[in-house]
């Protein structure tokens, strides 16, 4: 596609429930990266991949976080047992290569756990 | 660790005056730094980057940057503000690296404000 496509777009989630958000890469994008982003706040790192392999995940919050890229295309962050403190915006972003590439972003699913 | 700093979380200018985003860094080494605009329920626009050409940077939409590592800023300006600026900036930072990709760090951001 054009961009990186992220669905769904809005998620309401009741306490408790699992969910699993979908990030769509630019073809032949090597990296993909997750971050969060609060209310009011500054996206933060969750995790990177360089094709399927899940090179850094230090940021991701709990073993609740979950995320996979099993054929180096389409990844999924899977939240189990979703929390309120989870409720923020998920942005994608992928570049082509690995070191000195723009990323581009998606437009994020928002998340929020009533 | 790498991080920076962005001094304002809200700024208000007028159309036509100048707009002026501040951003600190700290990094043990020299790094890459970025300047990104997000719109209301949209994902981020890379704006423009520093890394380690010209210390004056120009970016899309008349926005430009210059990196003082004396100082170690990246601040952002615009001569003349329009109403299509009003949004968040957000800077961010990463490390150099060769090899595999990395990280961006960002700041807490800025809300622009443009008035009549």
């Known amino acids: 596609g054009a961009g990186v496509s992220q669905s769904p777009r809005y998620k309401v989630a009741k306490r408790g429930q699992d969910v699993a958000l979908r990030c769509d890469p630019i073809s032949g994008h090597v990296s993909l990266f997750w971050y969060q982003q609060a209310l009011g706040q500054g996206p933060e790192f969750l995790t990177y991949f360089q094709n399927e392999a899940q090179l850094d995940k230090s940021g991701l919050p709990s073993d609740r976080f979950f995320a996979e890229r099993p054929e180096g295309s389409v990844s999924t962050l899977k939240i189990q047992r979703t929390q309120q403190e989870d409720s923020a915006v998920y942005l994608c972003?992928?570049?082509?290569?690995?070191?000195?590439?723009?990323?581009?972003f998606g437009q994020g699913t928002r998340l929020t756990v009533v | 660790a790498q991080s920076v700093t962005q001094l304002g979380s809200h700024v208000s200018v007028s159309e036509g005056a100048l707009v002026l985003l501040r951003c600190n860094y700290s990094s043990s080494v020299p790094p890459y730094l970025f300047w990104y605009v997000q719109y209301p329920n949209q994902g981020l626009q890379l704006l423009l980057k520093?890394?380690?050409?010209?210390?004056l940077v120009k970016g899309i939409n008349g926005f430009e940057a210059e990196f003082k590592k004396s100082e170690t800023s990246f601040h952002l300006t615009k001569p003349s503000a329009h109403m299509s600026d009003a949004a968040e900036y957000f800077c961010?930072?990463?490390?150099?690296?060769?090899?595999?990709?990395?990280?961006?760090?960002f700041g807490t951001g800025t809300r622009l404000q443009v008035t009549l």
């Open positions: 961010a930072v990463r490390r150099r690296s060769t090899g595999t990709a990395s990280k961006l760090t």
């Open positions: 520093y890394t380690s050409a010209a210390t």
């Open positions: 972003a992928s570049s082509l290569t690995g070191a000195n590439t723009e990323a581009f």
